[in-house]
């Protein structure tokens, strides 16, 4: 009489099954075929060898997929099933990192649903926070200085962290409006200060009339096209390496040009008044020597009319004009006759 074989093999022992995985391993009775199903759907076959040890080939499983193995004799025996679910060991993507600047205080982007997002700057943590359901990130950070190194990085619910994504803080602040020096109407160069190596501009309303650049230490020396009117208003701005324009510094044209030497008429012992021409609305001098004589204004039409007490036959009268700016003409010296 022969004794039949009714006992099933024991459950198998399987291995850790990841979403990496692409097959499935473990021991079970030595000889047993084995078999891995997800639900109904059967994922692979294999023979245990002589020692009961089986790998069976599967197609990658996702994350969290419950896979059930059985085992089952020559004699057709089957073994209850061996449940194992498939661990995550696939690191999330690199996040995507939207622009960060030195005015940003958000850093915001996209990853895998649910991450843990962690920025840093070197070895410093900045900011941390988690993805919505969508992959959705807004993470408050402390203002950074442009050019700064950021890494941004995500880590799953199973502790999978992505590779890091770089990103550098670039400059959207504008400069502070350059400091310009006096410039006078007999000038054709325009200095001052700007932030260093900053492009600076002048202009006369929307025309421009030339730029430069600030050296190392902000100093700058603009030639410009051509002399201005005194009064005229000009406006100069400071553009740095990244684009950003300063607001503009408006400055008005100084008068620097000093009058004509006044003319003069006779002037004789007899005189109490000496007349002539000079630059509108300046303001004329007559000196005997260095004894003050007396001064008036110039009238629109461009004359003048000194009065004056009489003067020594012989003496010699000097002459000049001063404008509203403080600019002194040369002397006109009469001889009284």
Excluded: C, W
């Excluded at 009319?305 to 700016?325: E, F, P, R």
């Amino acid at each position: 009489m022969t004794v039949s074989d009714k006992t099933a093999p024991a459950a198998p022992k399987v291995n850790s099954v990841t979403d990496a995985s692409t097959t499935v391993t473990g021991t079970t009775e030595a000889g047993a075929k084995v078999t891995v199903q997800s639900g109904s759907a059967i994922l692979g076959t294999d023979t245990a060898d002589s020692k009961g040890s089986f790998k069976v080939t599967i197609a990658k499983q996702k994350a969290g997929t419950k896979l059930t193995v059985y085992a089952q004799d020559v004699a057709g025996n089957k073994s209850a099933g061996t449940t194992v679910t498939v661990i995550d060991k696939t690191a999330p993507a690199i996040p995507k990192v939207n622009t960060i600047s030195d005015a940003t205080t958000y850093v915001t982007g996209t990853t895998e649903a649910n991450a843990a997002v962690t920025i840093k700057r070197g070895s410093t943590t900045i900011g941390t926070g988690t993805a919505d359901s969508k992959g959705n990130f807004k993470i408050k950070i402390a203002k950074q200085k442009a050019g700064t190194k950021l890494v941004v990085y995500a880590k799953d619910a199973a502790g999978n962290t992505s590779a890091g994504a770089s990103v550098t803080v670039i400059d959207k602040t504008a400069p502070a409006a350059p400091t310009v020096y006096t410039f006078g109407d007999n000038q054709t160069t325009v200095t001052g200060k700007a932030e260093a190596s900053a492009k600076v501009t002048i202009k006369s309303g929307k025309t421009v009339l030339g730029y430069g650049y600030a050296s190392s230490k902000g100093t700058f020396s603009v030639k410009i096209k051509s002399k201005q009117k005194a009064a005229t208003t000009l406006t100069a701005y400071a553009t740095d390496k990244a684009g950003n324009t300063s607001t503009g510094r408006s400055f008005k044209v100084v008068d620097k040009t000093p009058p004509a030497t006044p003319t003069a008429g006779t002037v004789t012992y007899k005189s109490t008044t000496v007349s002539g021409k000079a630059e509108k609305y300046a303001t004329v001098y007559v000196y005997n020597g260095s004894h003050y004589v007396g001064k008036a204004t110039v009238s629109s039409k461009g004359t003048y009319t000194v009065h004056m007490k009489k003067q020594k036959k012989g003496s010699t009268l000097k002459i000049y004009a001063k404008d509203k700016a403080g600019n002194k003409s040369g002397y006109r010296y009469v001889k009284v006759k």
